[in-house]
């Protein structure tokens, strides 16, 4: 039986959720842990859903600023420049194109830069948001709240009427802690791991329609 949820916006994280990349951040974060002398698996496993600077100052906690500053210029050129093998996560397309149909907001509240965001974006063939929040936007990474509320606020739409989709913990802890509805994307963790009630493998298990007797109101079903 279809579950439903009703809502009036939708917020994406990119990385995992939208898109798929991994290839293209295991490559940039395994040469960043070589130049380093760290060991590439706990980069791997401390960096999902977070900015880069603050994944950066947890990983080089005995550097100074101005060391961790550079080392994340070098990174933001390098992933801004590789987007090999980057591309839109089954259904990803197709759902944005039904939302836009429909005239749902949507925007995408990422934890990357505005460099490495646009580049993927590019690369995967999915439309550009009018509305896209970047690192740059905010003070506060996930899993704080800010990113999504800033989303929200930027659309217009209260948190509360607004879906958040995303795959890491990271991001879902801000979803929830933003007090918004969650949905998680099954693309690097299971949903026992992710602690959600709702979660699709990816969007194309999805759909969305118009609820019935309203104008603004849609209901996401999977």
Not at 181 to 200: D, F, K, N, R
Request: hydrophobic share 40%.
């Amino acid at each position: 039986m279809a579950k439903t949820i009703e809502f009036k916006a939708a917020l994406f994280d990119l990385d995992g959720t939208l898109i798929d990349s991994l290839g293209a951040v295991k490559r940039s974060w395994t040469l960043l842990a070589q130049r380093n002398n760290l060991d590439p698996d706990r980069v791997m496993s401390v960096i999902h859903g977070r900015p880069a600077r603050e994944s950066l100052a947890l990983l080089l906690a005995d550097k100074d600023d101005s060391f961790i500053d550079n080392e994340m210029d070098w990174l933001e050129t390098r992933e801004s420049q590789d987007t090999e093998g980057t591309i839109a996560l089954n259904g990803s397309l197709e759902f944005i194109q039904s939302l836009e149909a429909l005239g749902v907001p949507w925007a995408i509240v990422t934890s990357g830069t505005l460099p490495v965001a646009s580049a993927r974006i590019k690369a995967s063939g999915i439309p550009m948001p009018k509305i896209l929040i970047t690192a740059e936007a905010i003070s506060k990474g996930k899993p704080d709240p800010e990113p999504y509320l800033l989303g929200a606020s930027k659309l217009g739409v209260d948190i509360h009427d607004c879906i958040v989709f995303e795959d890491a913990p990271a991001g879902i802890e801000s979803g929830k802690a933003a007090h918004s509805q969650v949905v998680a994307i099954l693309s690097h963790y299971t949903q026992q791991q992710l602690g959600v009630e709702h979660a699709i493998s990816a969007l194309d298990k999805a759909s969305v329609k118009v609820a019935r007797g309203s104008s603004n109101t849609f209901e996401f079903s999977y």
